[in-house]
């Protein structure tokens, strides 16, 4: 693709020690040749962030968020130094930039902070003298001058942001996997690349399972029509253009099976049939800062129902801490957990107008005698909680019988 | 001493992992008891700004001195962090601050930045909230937005600084000794603690070779007449106390007997006894960014002069390029290089209204038959070179005779 201002992203696979920070530099250098402009974005080294919050958790159960950030936003100025270092020692003028620098103005939510607004005026500047711009991930300012990190995954959003304020052509996304793929290869060993795929789709993924781009990014990306273009930090291969709908021609009625291991299935029983208990439990839980995923609840014809809902492993505990409490005040009759299920998800645009994709599902799943135990759908997915056992069969099967 | 506002100062060895975190924020606490406001100033944790230089080593051999600002003053950040964290685990409402949030507004000089204003306007509400507010030690902010450092020693150039801005009662220098000894204790056995000693002794001791402060920090303690206290961060002996003069009432002729390794002496052998020859020379050295230390230059009878001095053996390299293209220039006969010798040095205010300490000094190098290459002295001070096989037996006998 022809481009004028690229934003390109290296995750902390790319950048993990002196050898890919290099690499790195190659690879930025030879996009500079061909690009006018290149803003590069960069998460810490490795596993950085995981070992400073590892000193953290030495020091106090609970640190508080302010500090975190304080702690953890020197990863990403690390590493955008180190690869400042090495383009100029390859002869590329450059400069780094932290995320004050830089103007990405966030609210207050510490160790989550959503991006407000991104000045990028000295960016410009930097620009214009032909200097690579690199670019602390991950981190913002506040309105209160504090420092700011924007959760997981964080260096992508702040590349689609910045690309979004640059009126980049596109964002690329630099990591250890060549590009968006049709499953897990390592569970569907025919699994392939995908060359094209929407925004909505892309977000149906990444919110059931696929690991390659965060939700958050995807979203910016979506909303401020920045096309997202995924590909390997150590090979050439062609990677996956994400892009809205309209700019992708042919399509493929699914895209894609995911899959998520990571959840917990809980069910309130016997709730009583009236206004206001799934409110009361519901909003109870987003209090305790809870993310729910899945919630079914079935008509039933006593005055009492279930209330199943998925949530992740991490946050089991919080809920039912939570949900106990709340199991006698809204005069429900128990509860229930479980932690060995499997998300099974099949993601595509072509759903909306192909009736069936449903039906066979659920006979694929049933031909392998997998037991479905909760259905979740929308225009673009269809997701089935299975057991864990069945994960990978489901995954494997559905990706043969739709010919993915 | 009665203090209402107190800045302490932590270096890397008293941070080096989290248990010494926690003993540091453990003699915060303390200090808070008694003291109304407590701002702790600290190094990066350990060896981790060595390291950082390391890693940007293997990328080039000049990194771009802003990009070092960059990377080093990331070290600060995580143990200001850690140590507030720490704090606020025991208890302790505390607040970490960066140099710009500090307001420790310096020149542009990256990677030897000068202090040109400390705000510390947030560091003022902050402890009028009962706050422990921890400052990372040796960055600042240019007048330009850029992350800056001080150089060696900086973080003791901080809490002067932060100490004088905030009319702190004094600076509490923490460190890894438990004062300013009398000599180096490895070298002669039978050294001690100085209780007090003025800011000019100390400025003395610092540039002949003692390693407890950087001469920067007491200077900027000196000028803006900060009293600082030196001591142990791991124990609760009695340290130094380094005041103006005035305040010390008794006082011993010498102080202590302190000595440098670390220099090499340069001789340029039959210089033309004109004009210029010496400002050529040393302009040279200037403009290649070599400090040089002593200069001996002896009358001569012929019209030709052999001019000595001594530099940071580090430097010797780079001398050798300049001065060897200048000793043609200047129609010098040649130049020798020694980089085998000591410099041991006797300071002390009292030298200035007693007459033969100098004659004493000789007479105890020459009893031990040490051969002294080069003298050089001030109001409070004697530096003589010797070989450097002589050097510990120098400070030891030095030591003894005055009764230090």
Same mark, same amino acid.
Request: with cysteine.
């Given at each position: 693709?022809?481009?004028?201002?690229?934003?390109?992203?290296?995750?902390?696979?790319?950048?993990?020690?002196?050898?890919?920070? @290099?690499?790195?530099?190659?690879?930025?250098?030879?996009?500079?040749?061909?690009?006018?402009?290149?803003?590069? #974005?960069?998460?810490?080294?490795?596993?950085?962030?995981?070992?400073?919050?590892?000193?953290?958790? %030495?020091?106090?159960?609970?640190?508080?968020?302010? =500090?975190?950030?304080?702690?953890?936003?020197?990863?990403? %100025? #690390?590493?955008?130094?180190?690869?400042?270092?090495?383009?100029?020692?390859?002869?590329?003028?450059?400069?780094?930039?932290?995320?004050?620098?830089?103007?990405?103005?966030?609210?207050?939510?510490?160790?989550?902070?959503?991006?407000?607004?991104?000045?990028?005026?000295?960016?410009?500047?930097?620009?214009? @003298?032909?200097?690579?711009?690199? #670019?602390?991930?991950?981190?913002?300012?506040?309105?209160?001058?504090?420092?700011?990190?924007?959760?997981?995954?964080?260096?992508?959003?702040?590349?689609?942001?910045?690309?979004?304020?640059?009126?980049?052509?596109?964002?690329?996304?630099?990591?250890?996997?060549?590009?968006?793929?049709?499953?897990?290869?390592?569970?569907?060993?025919?699994?392939?690349?995908?060359?094209?795929?929407?925004?909505?789709?892309?977000?149906?993924?990444?919110?059931?399972?696929?690991?390659?781009?965060?939700?958050?990014?995807?979203?910016?990306?979506?909303?401020?029509?920045?096309?997202?273009?995924?590909?390997?930090?150590?090979?050439?291969?062609?990677?996956?253009?994400?892009?809205?709908?309209?700019?992708?021609?042919?399509?493929? +009625?699914?895209?894609?099976?995911?899959?998520?291991?990571?959840?917990?299935?809980?069910?309130?029983?016997?709730?009583?049939?009236?206004?206001?208990?799934?409110?009361?439990?519901?909003?109870?839980?987003?209090?305790?800062?809870?993310?729910?995923?899945?919630?079914?609840?079935?008509?039933?014809?006593?005055?009492?129902?279930?209330?199943?809902?998925?949530?992740?492993?991490?946050?089991?505990? @919080?809920?039912?801490?939570?949900?106990?409490?709340?199991?006698?005040?809204?005069?429900?009759?128990?509860?229930?957990?479980?932690?060995?299920?499997?998300?099974?998800?099949?993601?595509?645009?072509?759903?909306?107008?192909?009736?069936? +994709?449903?039906?066979?599902?659920?006979?694929?799943?049933?031909?392998?005698?997998?037991?479905?135990?909760?259905?979740?759908?929308?225009?673009?997915?269809?997701?089935?909680?299975?057991?864990? =056992?069945?994960?990978?069969?489901?995954?494997?099967?559905?990706?043969?019988?739709?010919?993915?």
């Amino acid at each position: 693709m022809e481009a004028t201002l690229v934003v390109q992203k290296y995750g902390g696979t790319s950048v993990a020690d002196v050898a890919k920070i @290099k690499n790195v530099a190659k690879r930025v250098l030879e996009a500079k040749k061909k690009i006018d402009h290149v803003v590069v #974005v960069v998460s810490a080294l490795g596993d950085t962030t995981d070992q400073l919050a590892g000193l953290a958790c %030495q020091i106090t159960k609970s640190p508080p968020e302010r =500090e975190m950030d304080m702690l953890l936003s020197t990863g990403e %100025q #690390v590493s955008m130094a180190l690869l400042a270092m090495a383009l100029k020692e390859m002869g590329q003028e450059a400069v780094s930039m932290t995320g004050q620098q830089v103007e990405i103005l966030t609210d207050t939510g510490h160790t989550r902070a959503k991006i407000r607004h991104v000045g990028a005026r000295r960016v410009i500047q930097e620009l214009r @003298k032909g200097k690579v711009v690199v #670019v602390a991930g991950f981190q913002g300012v506040s309105s209160e001058g504090e420092i700011t990190t924007l959760g997981r995954g964080g260096s992508d959003t702040t590349a689609v942001a910045l690309a979004a304020a640059l009126h980049a052509d596109y964002c690329e996304i630099c990591t250890d996997v060549e590009g968006v793929f049709t499953a897990d290869p390592r569970i569907a060993p025919d699994a392939h690349k995908i060359d094209r795929i929407s925004f909505e789709e892309m977000l149906e993924m990444a919110a059931t399972g696929a690991k390659v781009l965060q939700s958050r990014s995807v979203e910016y990306a979506r909303n401020y029509n920045v096309p997202l273009y995924v590909r390997s930090s150590f090979n050439e291969a062609p990677g996956t253009w994400v892009k809205s709908e309209g700019e992708i021609m042919e399509r493929p +009625i699914i895209s894609a099976v995911t899959h998520d291991f990571s959840e917990a299935k809980v069910t309130v029983i016997g709730v009583p049939d009236k206004p206001g208990a799934a409110a009361d439990l519901f909003g109870s839980l987003a209090d305790a800062n809870v993310n729910i995923d899945m919630i079914i609840q079935n008509v039933s014809d006593h005055a009492r129902t279930d209330i199943s809902f998925t949530v992740s492993k991490e946050d089991l505990q @919080k809920v039912k801490e939570v949900s106990e409490k709340l199991v006698g005040s809204i005069g429900a009759d128990g509860i229930s957990y479980d932690d060995k299920i499997a998300r099974i998800t099949l993601v595509g645009a072509g759903m909306r107008t192909h009736p069936g +994709i449903a039906a066979g599902m659920f006979k694929t799943l049933a031909d392998n005698k997998i037991n479905i135990e909760m259905i979740s759908t929308s225009p673009i997915k269809i997701s089935c909680v299975v057991g864990m =056992e069945d994960g990978e069969t489901a995954v494997r099967e559905l990706h043969k019988y739709f010919n993915l």
